[in-house]
């Protein structure tokens, strides 16, 4: 990559030595393909009402469902930019560390292998509650890790779309990606840095400067 690059992949959001010593941590993965506001969004509450020390991004080697993806150091790259002005989250690259596949009960056993005095909050979209039977031993998950769900407008009604009281904006990132490809505007659906590495790499069908 670009020297360029090697500065972004240096941002606040992966300096803090925290990530060693958090006690009480968020994990809060996805594809983030690209990440958009709607996700800092949802770093910004989980951080402010679940007293984590440290709220990890988990930006997925591979989608669950098989689907491509941009490449990962892409959307790694993306994640920290995105994130860069939350002091508390650090974008990791554990999931790639631990290759193939890719499973939240896999990742949260070995944070607590490291150290069991962790606690691990998992942060989810509204959208996970009618969809937990193709979850990998959710079950499992519930019993080692407390589960912060943040709705999205548009989920559902009452309590099955928006659980925690909150709804954040409807922004997928599969409709970014599909105005990108069309030449639309997302500047009010994505980070400033984010969009400006995007048309600097070509991402998303966005031509060059």
């Known amino acids: ?46 951080l402010a009402v679940a007293r984590l020390d440290a709220l990890w991004v988990l930006p997925c080697p591979e989608h669950p469902l098989g689907k491509d993806l941009t490449p990962w150091l892409h959307r790694f790259v993306m994640s920290r930019l995105a994130f860069s002005d939350l002091s508390r989250v650090v974008v990791s690259d554990l999931e790639q560390e631990l290759g193939p596949p890719t499973r939240t009960l896999r990742t949260i056993e070995h944070m607590l292998g490291e150290d069991s005095e962790r606690e691990i909050v998992l942060v989810v979209g509204g959208d996970i509650l009618g969809e937990t039977h193709k979850w990998y031993g959710w079950k ?42 069309r030449g639309g505007a997302v500047d009010a659906l994505v980070p400033a840095r984010v969009l400006d590495y995007i048309s600097r790499h070509g991402l998303y069908g966005v031509d060059r400067p």
């Open 1 to 46: 990559m670009a020297s360029t690059d090697r500065l972004e992949r240096a941002s606040p959001a992966d300096s803090s030595n925290s990530e060693h010593r958090a006690r009480r941590i968020g994990l809060f993965g996805g594809s983030f393909d690209p990440p958009h506001v709607a996700h800092v969004m949802a770093a910004a509450y989980a």
């Open 140 to 181: 499992r998950i519930r019993e080692l890790a407390e589960v912060l769900v943040i709705g999205r407008a548009g989920e559902g009604e009452g309590a099955a779309g928006c659980p925690s009281g909150l709804c954040l904006p409807a922004i997928a990132s599969s409709d970014i990606r599909n105005r990108l490809r």
